[in-house]
């Protein structure tokens, strides 16, 4: 294998990283030029992805290279020094990462990066922090590349002006200041029980932690699944997200979409690595949580959904009824429900990030109160002396507002997990797995969940089918007078290009699946991912005793 292949596992690092750094030397002024450097960026980001994962996908255990798809910085084994690991399911959110972004880049060059400063070098720090989350092998870098991501957001959740976006930015910014400070505290139990943040090197040593140190370390485990869980979007830790995404700049939000899935990504790594069948007395410990949790979130974004009347909140509610499915899918576990989730996930993300762009578009040219008075009409009605001439005839819809309706209606579709897109393919795989296999995991300890989690899957997708209706028919159908918006290609483009995502993963169902459930499966297979990471041209680490090294 030669030696160019062998460095691509950190490529999603460094490209952004140069990229951003060369940004914020060019004068502000040359937007064409730091807009071409970021797209050019982050197409090599999407290439090295898509490489990544054909090359995971031709190992029969998932990792991407020879011995294990680890890359060490500075040469040094672990766990005494950093690692990135490039598998399945690392390289899937790599390559949904870069989609988004680029979607988001072509979305902001109409004129939202001229809102504010360095947003393009912002965007690179923030992918940046988010491929670094996706591929480390250890807690503690783990934590630096959240909080890179973190000082990234800050800005971006500022970008532009207005009192609102100032005040939920300020109230974001708290919240995760104080998960920051979780992280740290939650790192240090673990690290004084096991005497080790590599999460192979910990996957190895819990089994045997000795009882009396247990409730320290499962103390520690606890806080750091709060800070994931506040990222997740996890009810009742989610009050911060509705407010902070419908406040942020379109291209902002859209981007953001893939943030809640970072909560969700270690969340589910951490519980199958560390917590999995091979973890003695803490197998599993902590998924009747993630189970209830979830379905609890399911609720609260469902209720959400239906009782916003503005778009933007009904986005964010979306949000959270994504990562409360997730969520309950881990906490049930299994390859197929996991493998379905990770295909809803992808889904998912992608619709919420086009129905955000989609958003602003939709609403240009609508009065200030349009959403309230569309309410006022649909609560008591309009009566109108005389009736519009062209009610007899018809009305003419202008084909901008023909492709945003049509637009809008994939994302209610996708959102709601109605047929034919991939929303349903999704949830009907997901939902086939789960009644395939009732009595596995936290199923079989209360029985009835996973009816539970079943009907609150379809009721809740009817509810969002519900909410997403009735906001279309107040922008698109409410006779309220209004602008027609004037839409640039460069705008439209990114949302047809985040549908057709949608698409060709209807379309290709079940190649992806075959992916999905293959990247399942080497989650529950830990011993492959331990082995590599422990032996990788390093020889095998010597055994763990127990107690405090």
Not at 107 to 113: E, G, S
Not at 207 to 216: E, F, N, V
Not at 252 to 259: D, G, K, L
Not at 512 to 536: C, F, K, N, W
Request: include cysteine; charge should be neutral; proline fraction near 5%.
């Amino acid at each position: 294998m030669t030696d160019w292949i062998q460095h691509l596992v950190v490529v999603p690092i460094i490209l952004p990283l140069i990229a951003g750094a060369v940004m914020m030397i060019i004068d502000e002024r040359c937007r064409a030029l730091k807009a071409t450097i970021g797209i050019v960026s982050i197409l090599g980001m999407i290439a090295t992805a898509a490489i990544l994962m054909v090359l995971a996908s031709l190992r029969a255990d998932g990792m991407a290279f020879i011995p294990s798809g680890v890359y060490r910085i500075g040469n040094w084994p672990a766990p005494f020094g950093i690692v990135l690991v490039a598998d399945r399911l690392s390289a899937l959110m790599l390559l949904l990462t870069g989609l988004l972004a680029l979607a988001v880049a072509v979305f902001a060059l109409a004129r939202w990066h001229r809102a504010g400063s360095y947003f393009h070098a912002l965007l690179q720090f923030l992918l940046m922090g988010l491929n670094g989350a996706f591929l480390t092998g250890d807690l503690f870098n783990l934590f630096v590349f959240f909080e890179l991501l973190l000082v990234a957001s800050y800005g971006l959740v500022l970008h532009g002006s207005g009192v609102t976006r100032v005040k939920a930015g300020m109230h974001y910014i708290v919240v995760n200041l104080v998960a920051s400070l979780l992280f740290l505290i939650g790192v240090s139990l673990i690290y004084g029980v096991t005497g080790t943040l590599n999460m192979a090197d910990l996957a190895r040593r819990i089994p045997l932690i000795p009882a009396g140190d247990r409730m320290l370390f499962e103390s520690g485990a606890a806080v750091l699944g709060i800070v994931f869980l506040i990222k997740a979007g996890m009810w009742p830790l989610s009050f911060w997200l509705p407010t902070a995404y419908a406040a942020a700049a379109p291209p902002v939000a859209a981007v953001f979409a893939i943030m809640s899935k970072v909560g969700l990504y270690v969340v589910l790594r951490l519980s199958l690595l560390l917590f999995g069948a091979g973890s003695g007395a803490l197998a599993r410990w902590g998924h009747e949580w993630l189970l209830f949790g979830g379905m609890a979130t399911i609720t609260f974004g469902a209720i959400g959904v239906l009782a916003s009347q503005d778009m933007r909140r009904l986005a964010g509610f979306s949000v959270l009824v994504s990562s409360g499915t997730v969520l309950a899918a881990v906490g049930i576990g299994g390859t197929g429900v996991i493998g379905g989730a990770l295909f809803y996930l992808v889904s998912s993300t992608l619709a919420i990030a086009a129905f955000y762009l989609l958003i602003e578009l939709a609403e240009r040219g609508r009065q200030p109160g349009a959403d309230v008075l569309a309410v006022t009409i649909e609560a008591f009605g309009r009566d109108d002396e005389e009736e519009p001439d062209e009610a007899e005839g018809g009305v003419v819809v202008p084909a901008v507002m023909a492709m945003l309706g049509i637009s809008f209606l994939a994302c209610a579709l996708l959102l709601s997990g109605s047929p034919p897109l991939s929303g349903f393919i999704a949830k009907f795989i997901l939902l086939s797995a789960l009644l395939k296999s009732p009595g596995s995991a936290t199923a079989a300890v209360v029985p009835g969940l996973s009816w539970a989690f079943l009907i609150l899957v379809i009721v809740s997708g009817l509810m969002t089918l519900i909410g997403m209706i009735r906001a279309g028919m107040r922008v698109f159908w409410t006779p309220i007078e209004r602008m027609q918006p004037r839409v640039r290609v460069m705008e439209m483009v990114p949302v047809l290009f985040l549908l057709l995502g949608c698409t060709i993963l209807t379309v290709q169902a079940g190649a992806v699946m075959r992916y999905m459930e293959m990247a399942a499966r080497s989650l529950y297979t830990p011993q492959d991912y331990i082995h590599g990471v422990l032996t990788s041209s390093a020889g095998q680490q010597p055994p763990y005793e127990g107690g405090r090294p």
